[in-house]
């Protein structure tokens, strides 16, 4: 994951829908724990690749987002743990397989102080988890987790090989249980978690790049003492409703640089693939602890100008991704 902008276009194919649906009648049914391996699941898209950007921020030619497939240039997802129970502690395991060799990869590079990051979303998109999981000598990852609902979740690895590019890749986790799917929650600016109050000012463009900013208050008061938290002072993951699109974004400074301040306002500069509406989930760490702060938020490809005129964005005829 690069410092800037990284949309690794989060995972699995550009559906205007949630998932499998597991309801009938009422939407509210029971799901079983035994998952079904899908016969086959082919790439939503073509494998994304690099694009130039002009100065004006415009971008001159679109790759199609990564992270919608799970497999990838030569490396493909395998989850050993495809299915758990709701509300029940599990471990997840997983290897990242070379397919030129079919051995799971034991070389990682180090992306923000972890050799890869795994984000768990529900279909739904209102829970989120960021997790850091542990890597064995044979290449099998794991890691603990509750998931505290059922339904469809997807799992993405955001990692880079080492000597390689970056690569996100996306597989389907079913938790068992009691299906009650959750409607989107509403587009707000301002959002609350923990005690922290969490502005946004900014909104995303497809095709053309855009500063969001977010503004950490608690008690009133401006946090002007934010942590480090994997080598920067948030991270920002944006997914796309209804396919769960992946992008992973980081502020342009970082601590220690000298000019990057420890809050309140976190920066990041972002580009959507597409218009629609997007979940933004920013973790941020203060007092030792971190928290997420999630927003809805609508990229309608309008661009706001300098004296308050709205034009619209060229959109690219494939989604992009974004270093």
């Known amino acids: 994951m690069n410092t800037g902008l990284r949309i690794t276009v989060f995972a699995a194919a550009l559906a205007a829908t949630f998932g499998t649906a597991y309801g009938v009648g009422s939407g509210i049914g029971e799901i079983s724990p035994e998952a079904r391996r899908p016969a086959h699941e082919k790439p939503a898209t073509a494998p994304h690749g690099e694009h130039d950007e002009h100065d004006d921020g415009s971008r001159a030619s679109a790759a199609p ?33 070379q397919d030129a060799t079919g051995r799971p990869l034991t070389t990682y590079q ?20 960021h997790l850091h999981p542990t890597r064995s000598a044979d290449g099998t990852w794991s890691t603990p987790v509750n998931l505290p609902k059922a ?11 080492r000597g390689g590019e970056g690569l996100t890749l996306g597989a389907d986790l079913t938790a068992s249980g009691t ?3 959750a409607p989107l929650p509403a587009a707000d600016t301002t959002v609350t978690v923990d005690g922290y109050r969490v502005s946004l000012n900014g909104s995303p463009t497809p095709a053309r790049s855009s500063e969001l900013t977010f503004t950490v208050a608690r008690n009133g008061k401006p ?6 938290y994997l080598g920067a002072y948030g991270h920002l993951v944006a997914l796309r409703s209804g396919d769960l699109a992946y992008l992973h974004v980081h502020p342009g400074g970082e601590p220690g640089d000298g000019t990057t301040r420890p809050g309140p306002d976190i920066s990041f500069t972002a580009m959507t693939p597409s218009t629609g509406t997007y979940r933004l989930f920013l973790d941020f760490k203060h007092a030792g602890e971190v928290h997420t702060a999630a927003f809805t938020v609508r990229a ?11 034009t619209a964005s060229p959109v690219p005829e494939q989604p992009g991704h974004m270093h």
């Open 65 to 97: 987002p990564g992270g919608l497939q799970i497999s990838d240039k030569g490396y493909t997802l395998a989850l050993k743990t495809r299915a758990i129970e709701a509300g029940r502690r599990a471990n997840l395991r997983f290897t990242v397989v």
């Open 110 to 129: 180090q992306e923000h102080t972890k050799e890869l990051h795994l984000i768990i979303a529900s279909r739904d998109l209102t829970l989120y988890r």
């Open 151 to 161: 339904g469809a979740y997807r799992v993405f690895a955001d990692f880079t090989p």
């Open 179 to 181: 299906y009650r799917p």
């Open 223 to 228: 946090v002007r003492d934010l942590q480090p």
């Open 300 to 310: 309608d490809g309008t661009v706001k100008e300098p004296d308050g005129s709205a």
